[in-house]
């Protein structure tokens, strides 16, 4: 593989498993005497730390930038009102209002400003924080309560991705900003899934994204069921493979209920999650 090498793993909808399969998958590789790294890009909802139970050892603030009006210099002109898209300031009897809540930092009020009145000043969303599990490098953000920044958040998370090594990447659920934002710049996608209506439905959205993002991906079916054959044949007709399938085993859940690893409660299930890296692993090295 390369010196630095991303896998991502996503899905369509929440709750299928893809924190039981990326913290288990990066505990493999580094039982296995590599280096790897877990990003928890979750950041309304991390979990990861649950199961890996890390040693923090550095918390890092993070902020953007927001408008910041000097009401002395402003002239009302309104500008900067109509130029922003996303409401986040507005200009109300000649003086603007700014809800810096819904600011997306472009700058584009403080550059269109004539007389200079609109300066940035930091707004804090949330935090990030950096620490090693049982050989696994850990990150995670943990975005603020209430506030709507989470692709900043998880940019910032990406950003200690470490140069050599494997990074697994735990993505927030669904298709939406967040997700693009986790997934892009992967060289590799795992999509989890279940077999359940919903669970296919979900699927076949996360599949066109990553479709459109141009990244290669493959299918992990958790809770699989013998009897329902829902995913593998749409699989099969969509020329995608099922790369791994995890049992819908009772003992699995129990693990999970009390936030052990499948790989140390279940030790059987180790040599599944090395031939889920080694599959990969062959994609990118022949």
């Given at each position: 593989m390369a010196e630095s090498f991303a896998i991502a793993i996503a899905s369509g909808k929440g709750g299928t498993g893809k924190t039981t399969i990326a913290t288990?998958?990066?505990?493999?590789?580094?039982?296995?005497?590599?280096?790897?790294?877990?990003?928890?890009?979750d950041v309304e909802e991390p979990n990861g730390h649950i199961f890996l139970k890390?040693?923090?050892?550095?918390?890092?603030?993070?902020?953007?930038?927001?408008?910041?009006?000097?009401?002395e210099l402003c002239n009302g002109c309104g500008k900067c009102g109509a130029l922003c898209q996303y409401s986040a300031i507005v200009c109300l009897q000649d003086k603007p209002l700014v809800f810096d809540q819904l600011c997306h930092?472009?700058?584009?009020?403080?550059?269109?400003?004539?007389?200079?009145?609109?300066?940035?000043?930091?707004?804090?969303?949330?935090?990030?924080?950096?620490?090693?599990a049982n050989g696994v490098k850990f990150g995670q953000g943990r975005l603020k309560i209430g506030d709507i920044h989470t692709p900043s958040l998880i940019k910032q998370v990406k950003s200690n991705s470490i140069e050599d090594g494997v990074i697994i990447i735990d993505a927030p659920p669904g298709t939406?900003?967040?997700?693009?934002q986790a997934v892009k710049g992967s060289d590799f996608v795992l999509l989890v899934t279940e077999p359940t209506p919903f669970g296919l439905n979900d699927l076949k959205l996360a599949v066109g994204m990553v479709k459109e993002l141009q990244i290669p991906f493959a299918v992990v079916i958790n809770r699989s069921d013998p009897n329902q054959k829902m995913i593998n044949e749409y699989c099969r007709e969509e020329n995608i493979q099922i790369i791994f399938e995890l049992p819908d085993d009772r003992r699995i859940a129990e693990a999970y209920s009390v936030g052990k690893m499948i790989i140390d409660a279940l030790p059987d299930h180790k040599k599944e999650f090395t031939g889920l890296y080694e599959k990969i692993s062959r994609k990118f090295t022949g």
């Open positions: 288990n998958l990066a505990c493999t590789i580094a039982q296995m005497g590599e280096k790897v790294q877990y990003l928890d890009c890390p040693d923090i050892e550095k918390t890092d603030s993070v902020t953007i930038g927001v408008p910041d009006v000097d009401f930092s472009c700058g584009g009020c403080m550059l269109i400003c004539p007389t200079g009145a609109i300066k940035e000043k930091a707004r804090e969303i949330g935090f990030v924080d950096i620490g090693s939406s900003c967040p997700v693009i």
